[in-house]
Each structure stands twice: as structure tokens, then as C-alpha cells.
């Protein structure tokens, strides 16, 4: 070897070792005054009597130095891809746990990443958090780590973070370090508290702004640690470093045989399909059965339609475009439907009806307060629940609830459950107080009566020839800043027949940035169904592709889209951004099948 080979590699294992801190060196990466006793007796105090959970937040945690430094490294080495999913949007780094394995060619280029780092997953630091959180030991070798980036109308759904052996989740905040982060930029960290485990309320308890060079973090508890990112409203960049501390590993100082499987057990990604817990979920999945004198006429429409009778023809114009209503045109749909099992129908409502619809929702969202939170929206209108599955307001023609505490959703379960009634609720909307939105709750509520109609059965069975035996109706709401649902898919016995009639008015939807649009996607395999470390989150055109989209379907004005769908599908409604001029409205329905079509 040469003399000047021998050199190179001795002088690049000199520049290796300086990767090996020593505890001085991790103490001297922090802000000293974390140190401090009476500090760290005052921040345990504020942790223990925190709420909704155990959680705390430390300002000022490392050396501003360091941090900075960090802060340039990111922004001039650290690639970002854009990830897009029914409960998130974000831009990503790769995980920072492989830090350690890089050459130092690349090292050279993070060298305040790695000490920050270092610092964070140092045993002084590990416990640290242990003793303000009570939470137990940390792992020092298994790391956990990303950088994220959350630009305008990037968002985190609610979730509880419980995924595999995860002990502690924390998140270090660095926005532009000279300069605050102002609380309607958006991108707080929201705490929700629980109705029950597994359940989170609709609403938050709590949230912090994040600053520069401040950490928060929680034990993650599984059904408890809801949490979500609220979204960021402005064209400013909020960069973050999330990370989990995880269970000690074998061989480490405060491992438990078989803790990080209990763990795991609890975990709330399978408790979502926990059927213990669908009792909490409202709207509730009923369909209402019809009368058999009905199903016999629907049975008999599917296979051979004749038209409509005058008086059936008469109601339906009242609010559909007759030219919809044609014999022959019923027949080309029923061709499509039949072909493509999804056929999308352009002005459904007729030009009158639709023009007095559109001015009442348009003047309702540019005069009216829009409801921020469950508290606020009234009766017939509700809230969807739990919201780490969906929330957005609905009219289902039924009885009110509540769904606030665990006493009141039992009664709401046990006691007398009435039949979807739209009229009811056009009568309610109109005797009550006066209020801004009953002009265009009655409206709906006559779209929703109208799909409930005979006639309206009659004319879907013609176009679909599908024999329907029972319907659920819900009329909803997407707020801008609040709503979505999040992919769901049927139970392995169902067959359904799906419409949604979308009522949307305001304008800059098409190109999806602005979220509110609904998409059908291909089902995950049976044997990842059953890993509570794959996260259940469907993808959304991440890298440029589809990951098996079926459908789409942009937030639009008079759209109906009917669908048949099975077990294999996932469908979900994202997010409305905040920035979107109005809510998505539609209608939503389900239609239960007989069971041979099922079977087909």
C-alpha cells in the first residue's frame, strides 16, 4: 500500500472516530438549562398533571448553534418527497436511523444532523424522558426518525401513533429560527381526549404552536395518545424531526420478554376493525328494508323496464332532468352500467330545482358561520364520529344523539330506533328557530325524501338492473379545515349498490390540491390485514402512481355517480383543505343487493 493510500485511510479513520461521542460531548449538544433541577422538577410536575394524557414540551432544547446548523443541512442536503394519503400530506426525508451506516463522504455533508441525532437517543437523554414521562426504559439501538416538511394545506388526520414496540413519540419543531410561528399559520399539534379507549372525542383539548427549537412529546398509549397536525394555512414552511423511542430491545438494559408483543396486541390499528367498538361509530351502517310488495317491483323492473308511470314521471320531474327520465335514455345508462359497473350521470337535478339548490348553499357559506366545532352544529344536522375514522356533518332523517359520552351513546344504542324520516326532518328545519341554514336543510332533506321514493328506486333499478332490497341515505357535509372519511371497506358478506350525488358549488376542486374528492381504490392483501406495523393508509398518486385507483371523483356541481362495489374495494372522501372557497356537499346512498348478484 502507499504512503499516500495509508494516509488517505488513516485519515479517514480518524474522521470516523469523531462520530463516537463521549457523554461530555452529547451534555454539550443541549441547552444546559434542561439540566437544571429545579427545571426538570418543574417540567415533571407540568407532565404529570397534563391533559387529555400524559404529554410535555420542552423550549429551548438544544444548543441554538447546533440547531441552526441543522436547520441549513436539511434545507441544502435533504431530499423531500411528496406522500399523499387518505390521512396525510407531507413531505418526507428517508429515515435518519441509517444515519449511522453512511460513509463518510456523505456524513461529511450532515455532520450537525448526526451530533443532534447522537443527543436525542443518548442514554442521558433517554432518561431523561423516562423520568418525566414515567414511562419506563428507552432504546438506544433501535432509532426511529424522519424529517418533515409541511408546506401549505399539508395536514395529519387523528391517530394515536401505536405501531409496534413504540414507547415515547416525539417531535422537534424547526420553523425559520428567527421569526415566531403564529397560530393561524396553522400546523399546531392537536391533543384529543377519549369518550372511552380506542375512542377519541370529535373535538380537541388542546394544541401547541410550534416554535423554533422546541420539543413535545408523550408516552404513546395505545387508544388514548389521538393526536393529530393541523393544517398549514400559509405559504411558509414548517420543518420537523418525528421520531418514537421504542421498547427496550433484547439485550438492553430494561428488556421484558415478550413486552413489545403485548404491545403490539393492543394496538389500535387493529382494534379500528374492533367490532367491540363499532358501537361508537355513528353514522351507524343500517339499511332499512323494503316493504316485500316493493322488493317485488324492483325485482321485476331489473329485468324488464317498461318506463315510468305518468304519476312517478310527474314527482320525479319535480326534480330531475327529464330528459333522464327517458325510456331510451334510461336504456343507454343501463348499457354503460352494465358494461362498466360505475357510470357517472352529468345534471342529475333539473335546471330549475338545481338553481334554487346552488343559491341556497352558496349564500348559506358566504353569510353564515360555518360550525367549527361537534358543539356547535344543530340538530337535524350532526357530526360524524370517531374522527380517527371520519367526521363531517350529516342530515339521516333520524332521531338525535349523543355521542359525547359513553352513557349516551348506550341509550342512543338501546333506545327506540326510528326509520330515516327526510320529512321529519324538512318539519324540523322549518318549526324550529329561526336559523341561517334552514332554507337549504329543507332542500336537502326533500333530495334525500326524494331518493327514498318509490319512483327513484324505480328509475335505479332500470339504469343498474340490479334488484335493491334496502337503502341508506345520508345527506353530508365536508368542511373546509375539518372533514374527510378515511378508507374503509365493506364486510366480506357485501355486495352494495353506491351512489353519491355530489352538490357541490364552489369552484377550484378539479385538480385535487384543494382535497374533497372521493376515490375507490383496490384492497390491501388478506395476510397484511392482520400486521399491526403496516399502517392502513391508502396512497394517493405518491411517486406518480395510482396504487391501484379504481375511481375518482373531484368535488363537482349536480353529479350523480352510481357504483357497484364489493369487499375488495377501499373508498374514502379526503381531507377539505382549509383553502377550498366551500364545503363538499353531497348525498350519499347504499343500496343492499339479493344475494345472487351479490355472489356475481
Known amino acids: 500500500m502507499s504512503k499516500r493510500t495509508t494516509e488517505a485511510v488513516e485519515e479517514a479513520s480518524a474522521k470516523k472516530l469523531n462520530t463516537q461521542f463521549t457523554k461530555e460531548d452529547t451534555h454539550s449538544f443541549f441547552n444546559p438549562a434542561i439540566f437544571d433541577e429545579q427545571f426538570r422538577a418543574d417540567l415533571k410536575t407540568s407532565v404529570l398533571a397534563s391533559q387529555p394524557y400524559k404529554w410535555g414540551t420542552i423550549k429551548s432544547l438544544l444548543d441554538d448553534t447546533l440547531l441552526r446548523q441543522v436547520r441549513k443541512e436539511v434545507e441544502n442536503e435533504i431530499v423531500f418527497t411528496k406522500k399523499e394519503t387518505d390521512i396525510y400530506k407531507v413531505h418526507q426525508s428517508g429515515d435518519l436511523a441509517n444515519l449511522s451506516g453512511l460513509d463518510w463522504d456523505d456524513l461529511s455533508r450532515l455532520p450537525s444532523l448526526f451530533k443532534m441525532r447522537a443527543a436525542i437517543y443518548s442514554e442521558e437523554f433517554r432518561d431523561y424522558l423516562s423520568e418525566l414521562t414515567g414511562c419506563g ?3 438506544g439501538v433501535k432509532t426511529d426518525m424522519s424529517i418533515n416538511t409541511y408546506t401549505k394545506s399539508c395536514h395529519l388526520l387523528t391517530h394515536d401513533d401505536v405501531i409496534g414496540s413504540r414507547r415515547v413519540s416525539f417531535i422537534l419543531y424547526l420553523p425559520d429560527a428567527d421569526k415566531t410561528w403564529k397560530e393561524h399559520y396553522g400546523g399546531a399539534l392537536r391533543l384529543f381526549p377519549s369518550v372511552i379507549p380506542n375512542v377519541p372525542q370529535t373535538d380537541y383539548h ?4 410550534p416554535q423554533f427549537n422546541q420539543i413535545a412529546f408523550f408516552t404513546v398509549q395505545p387508544g388514548l ?26 439485550g438492553e438494559d430494561g428488556y421484558i420478554p415478550g413486552e413489545q408483543e403485548a404491545t403490539e396486541a393492543r394496538s389500535s390499528l387493529q382494534q379500528l376493525q374492533s367490532k367491540e367498538l363499532a358501537e361508537f361509530d355513528f353514522p351507524k351502517p343500517i339499511r ?28 320525479l320531474a319535480e326534480f330531475m332532468n327529464p330528459t333522464l327520465l327517458d325510456l331510451s335514455q334510461i336504456h343507454q345508462m343501463h348499457s354503460v352500467f352494465s358494461e362498466e359497473s360505475v357510470i357517472e350521470i352529468p345534471e342529475l337535478l333539473n335546471p330549475e330545482f ?8 352558496r349564500t348559506l357559506e358566504m353569510e353564515a358561520k360555518m360550525p367549527q366545532t361537534a358543539a356547535e352544529i344543530q340538530y337535524p344536522w350532526k ?12 342530515l339521516d332523517g333520524r332521531q338525535p344523539e349523543d355521542v359525547t359520552t359513553s352513557a349516551g351513546t348506550q341509550r342512543a344504542i338501546v333506545g327506540p330506533q326510528d326509520a330515516p324520516n327526510f320529512a321529519l326532518t324538512q318539519y324540523i328545519a322549518q318549526s324550529a328557530a329561526p336559523r341561517d341554514d334552514a332554507h337549504v336543510t329543507v332542500q336537502l332533506a326533500r333530495v334525500g325524501a326524494m331518493f327514498q321514493s318509490l319512483a327513484f328506486r324505480k328509475w335505479v333499478a332500470a339504469v343498474t338492473g340490479l334488484a335493491i332490497l334496502s337503502d341508506q341515505v345520508l345527506v ?19 355486495a352494495l349498490l353506491e351512489a353519491s350525488l355530489n352538490l357541490t358549488p364552489s369552484k377550484g376542486w378539479d385538480s385535487g390540491e384543494l382535497g374533497g374528492y372521493e376515490l375507490c381504490m383496490a384492497g390491501m392483501d388478506d395476510e397484511d390485514e392482520d400486521d399491526p406495523a403496516i399502517y392502513k393508509a391508502a396512497k394517493v398518486g405518491e411517486d406518480g402512481g395510482d396504487d391501484g385507483v379504481l375511481f375518482t371523483s373531484q368535488a363537482k356541481w349536480n353529479s350523480l355517480t352510481l357504483m ?14 382549509w383553502s377550498s372557497q366551500g364545503s363538499r356537499w353531497d348525498l350519499s346512498c347504499q343500496w343492499g343487493l339479493k344475494e345472487e348478484e351479490e355472489a356475481d
Open 383 to 394: 357530526c360524524a364520529v370517531p374522527p380517527h375514522k371520519h367526521r363531517y356533518m350529516y
Open 476 to 494: 353530508r357535509r365536508f368542511r373546509p379545515g375539518h372533514d374527510f372519511t378515511l378508507a374503509t371497506k365493506l364486510p366480506a358478506t357485501d
Open 206 to 209: 388542546c394544541k401547541l404552536v
Open 137 to 139: 426504559k428507552l432504546s
Open 288 to 315: 332499512t328494508g323494503f316493504p316485500v310488495d316493493e322488493l317485488r317491483v324492483y325485482e321485476l323492473v331489473s329485468e324488464v323496464f317498461p318506463g315510468l308511470a305518468k304519476a312517478e314521471h310527474e314527482y
Open 354 to 361: 338545481a338553481g334554487l339548490l346552488y343559491e341556497a348553499i
Open 564 to 577: 357497484l362495489r364489493d369487499e375488495s374495494v377501499l373508498k374514502f372522501v379526503k381531507y377539505v383543505s
Open 225 to 250: 395518545s389521538f393526536h393529530d397536525v393541523e393544517e398549514v394555512r400559509v405559504n411558509k414552511q414548517r420543518l420537523s424531526i418525528q421520531g418514537w423511542f421504542h421498547i427496550p430491545q433484547e
